[in-house]
């Protein structure tokens, strides 16, 4: 909550904005500059170099969709890989049973996703604090029972085989293209009366409630919204990795790394889980890299060093001392 700010009443918009405007020209240009040498990198970079900015791409949409709905509105999503596997098992099928294009069917992930957030998002929406928390995890176990049991469709625990297929640069600009989109839609949300309601469900529900805001609606919309992401990047992931079993794709680690990108970075800004992202995902490859026991150990730490010494992340800090706009 905004300092010298009452409880329970919606941020500022325009708060601290003269201090800090990411659409000054300075900073469109070094975007656009940023984006320019990503776009070129795969045609002078090394395998490797690509696969793993394909990686960071993927870590980048999936933190910012988590932030969408657990940033925003402070309920804490504890199965949001949900989403990641069902839309690399709904690539898997149409690719491998279908004979779909990679494209397609990673777009068809995002929408199998998403009707999978309609599906159990209002009874689940219901629940608060951990009780929510405990139903996404629970929704994650059943996904991956589900795949487990119907090996007709999904392999089972023998899983599904793509064929061969030699697309990773082209896969790294559409990852790319949807680590942007979600960043961008966050943007937009963030700037937006459709966000301001949210932060206020966050802030108090209660409060959002008697204000005649309909919290219910907005939060099964920013469900929806958090889980296309996911559900694209997962098809995409599948589809790069040729090969899916339902341990790879439904692991609690990968909800676990989302959460502490977007505490890192800042939970319910723009540029936080970017920004968690990268700096971990770089970390984690540099500490794997050189301590391959010790990498998981070290992560660890940096989750307690977090949540103790910086609850609001990077950003969120700098907001917080510097009283700097939510558009960061």
């Given at each position: 909550?905004?300092?010298?700010?009452?409880?329970?009443?919606?941020?500022?918009?325009?708060?601290?904005?003269?201090?800090?405007?990411?659409?000054?020209?300075a900073f469109a240009v070094a975007l656009g500059a940023l984006v320019l040498l990503l776009s070129l990198y795969p045609m002078v970079g090394s395998g490797y170099?690509?696969?793993?900015?394909?990686?960071?791409?993927?870590?980048?949409?999936?933190?910012?969709?988590?932030?969408?709905?657990?940033?925003?509105?402070?309920?804490?999503?504890?199965?949001?890989?949900?989403?990641?596997?069902?839309?690399?098992?709904?690539?898997?099928?149409?690719?491998?049973?279908?004979?779909?294009?990679?494209?397609?069917?990673?777009?068809?992930?995002?929408?199998?996703?998403?009707?999978?957030?309609?599906?159990?998002?209002?009874?689940?929406?219901?629940?608060?604090?951990?009780?929510?928390?405990?139903?996404?995890?629970?929704?994650?176990?059943?996904?991956?029972?589900?795949?487990?049991?119907?090996?007709?469709?999904?392999?089972?625990?023998?899983?599904?085989?793509?064929?061969?297929?030699?697309?990773?640069?082209?896969?790294?600009?559409?990852?790319?293209?949807?680590?942007?989109?979600?960043?961008?839609?966050?943007?937009?949300?963030?700037?937006?009366?459709?966000?301001?309601?949210?932060?206020?469900?966050?802030?108090?529900?209660?409060?959002?409630?008697?204000?005649?805001?309909?919290?219910?609606?907005?939060?099964?919309?920013?469900?929806?919204?958090?889980?296309?992401?996911?559900?694209?990047?997962?098809?995409?992931?599948?589809?790069?990795?040729?090969?899916?079993?339902?341990?790879?794709?439904?692991?609690?680690?990968?909800?676990?790394?989302?959460?502490?990108?977007?505490?890192?970075?800042?939970?319910?800004?723009?540029?936080?889980?970017?920004?968690?992202?990268?700096?971990?995902?770089?970390?984690?490859?540099?500490?794997?890299?050189?301590?391959?026991?010790?990498?998981?150990?070290?992560?660890?730490?940096?989750?307690?060093?977090?949540?103790?010494?910086?609850?609001?992340?990077?950003?969120?800090?700098?907001?917080?001392?510097?009283?700097?706009?939510?558009?960061?």
């Amino acid at each position: 909550m905004t300092p010298g700010r009452p409880h329970g009443t919606p941020p500022t918009v325009g708060a601290g904005l003269g201090a800090f405007d990411p659409m000054k020209p300075a900073f469109a240009v070094a975007l656009g500059a940023l984006v320019l040498l990503l776009s070129l990198y795969p045609m002078v970079g090394s395998g490797y170099g690509v696969r793993a900015l394909l990686q960071m791409f993927m870590w980048i949409a999936l933190a910012s969709s988590w932030n969408l709905i657990s940033g925003l509105t402070g309920y804490v999503s504890f199965g949001h890989v949900a989403f990641f596997g069902a839309g690399a098992y709904a690539t898997g099928i149409l690719v491998t049973k279908g004979g779909w294009p990679w494209l397609p069917a990673s777009l068809a992930g995002g929408v199998a996703a998403c009707v999978l957030a309609l599906v159990i998002g209002y009874p689940c929406l219901r629940l608060k604090g951990p009780y929510f928390a405990i139903a996404m995890l629970g929704l994650n176990e059943v996904l991956r029972a589900l795949v487990s049991y119907f090996e007709g469709l999904t392999g089972g625990g023998f899983g599904l085989s793509f064929p061969t297929l030699h697309a990773t640069v082209p896969i790294y600009y559409v990852m790319g293209l949807v680590a942007a989109a979600v960043t961008l839609l966050t943007y937009l949300i963030i700037t937006s009366r459709f966000g301001l309601r949210l932060m206020t469900i966050r802030e108090d529900e209660v409060a959002a409630e008697a204000m005649g805001i309909d919290t219910a609606r907005y939060k099964l919309y920013a469900f929806l919204l958090s889980a296309v992401g996911p559900g694209i990047v997962g098809g995409l992931a599948a589809r790069d990795q040729g090969y899916i079993e339902p341990v790879s794709v439904f692991p609690l680690a990968t909800t676990i790394t989302m959460i502490v990108m977007v505490l890192f970075g800042g939970k319910g800004t723009v540029w936080g889980p970017v920004l968690g992202a990268v700096v971990l995902f770089v970390f984690q490859e540099l500490v794997w890299a050189k301590f391959i026991y010790l990498h998981q150990l070290l992560f660890g730490a940096i989750i307690v060093a977090v949540v103790l010494l910086m609850p609001r992340g990077v950003l969120g800090l700098l907001q917080m001392r510097y009283r700097l706009p939510r558009t960061i």
